[in-house]
């Protein structure tokens, strides 16, 4: 091998080595950001009445600049409490989110196993414009010092 070639080799090994520290102290310590979340905890009023069951979900609302992917849901307690959660943390981002809300008499929208000719469909609690994110006329801005209030979501049937 000539010493020209070495030299080369070298500049070559060298570079590459420099290339390789970089790119991984770039990455070293860099995860996902972690995600601000605020405590999100309400009630449901369907006709003034507390909803006693069911789902409130959170669809990021574009018309408002929110372009999370995050979907934000609590389960709604007997007193119809609720409390957001998002991937797996107590909370919501901040933003504008339209509000879902997914309640019926049974888990089944299609007929179980076994179910004879007199089986009907689950009946929701709710309108069922509260069921599609295109339907809904509910939604919320999540702030980090919400008014008193602000996450009671009156429906109607």
Known sequence: MSIRLLRRSGRLGLALGVCAVVWAAAGCGKG??????????GKVLVEDK????????????PDHGNRSWEQPSGAVQPDGSFEMMTAG??????G???????ADNTQFW???PGAGPDWRPPK???NERYLRVQ??????EVVEHP???????????
Do not use: I
């Not at 504008?96 to 997914?102: I, Q, T």
């Open 135 to 140: 339907d809904t006329d509910v939604a919320v």
């Open 124 to 126: 929701p609690f709710v």
């Open 96 to 102: 504008w989110w339209k509000v879902l809300v997914l």
């Open 50 to 61: 507390p909803l006693t069951t069911g789902t409130v979900q959170f669809r990021a609302d």
């Open 110 to 112: 299609e007929p179980p």
């Open 32 to 41: 996902k950001p972690a995600l601000k979340l605020v405590p999100v905890s």
């Open 89 to 94: 943390q107590k909370g919501a981002p901040l």
């Open 147 to 157: 008014k008193d209030g602000a996450y009671v979501l009156k429906l109607n049937r």
